[in-house]
């Protein structure tokens, strides 16, 4: 999806591993599999949402990414 000056974008992918499963790597599997189908259809970058020091936090700061800083914040 092109963004407001035209460059292409991969929006988020949302999706979950369940606790027993964590730590088999399905999450890393998922990320990684995202990350090249956006390379492969072009994508300048990706969007990537996380819960602050959750599981996908944890993910993405494991491949390297940097921490933009936060939209919204919400304790419930």
Known sequence: MPDPI???RQLPQYF??????RGLRPGRQLWRAAMHWEHANGADYQL????ASGAS????QAEGLADLGFVCTTIV
């Open 16 to 21: 979950g591993v369940l606790p027993e499963y």
């Open 6 to 8: 035209g460059q292409a």
């Open 48 to 51: 990537l949402q996380t819960t």
């Open 57 to 60: 936090d944890q993910l993405c």
